[in-house]
Each structure stands twice: as C-alpha cells, then as structure tokens.
C-alpha cells in the first residue's frame, strides 16, 4: 500500500468528486421543471410572456 497520498492525486479525487456532485445536483429528478422555465427564459420579453402572446 502507498505509504503517502500524493497532493496532485489528492487534488484530481476532490475535483472528480465535485464534478460528480454537480452533475448530480444538475439532474436530481425534481429540478427538471425549473430547468424548463428557465430555458424559456431568453424567449420572454419584458413582461414575461413569449414573443407573440399578448
């Protein structure tokens, strides 16, 4: 077994750890409504509705 833990391995676990858990955080199951609305975002004018609805 490695008697020490190398600080750039240490550091490459933490990041590919972090990015997992963003990963899971972006797809949880409930989020995907709000991740709809906000796609729709840049289609909405000033008042909130989409082009071409009054």
Known sequence: ???YIN???LIL???LLS???IVAW???PHSKK???E???IPLKDEKGT???EK
Do not use: A, D, H, N
């Open 38 to 40: 906000y796609s729709q």
């Open 50 to 52: 989409k082009q071409g």
């Open 13 to 15: 676990i933490l990041m």
């Open 26 to 28: 972006v797809f949880r």
């Open 7 to 9: 600080s750039e391995i």
């Open 19 to 21: 990015f997992i858990g």
């Open 1 to 3: 077994m490695v008697k």
């Open 34 to 36: 709000k991740y709809e």
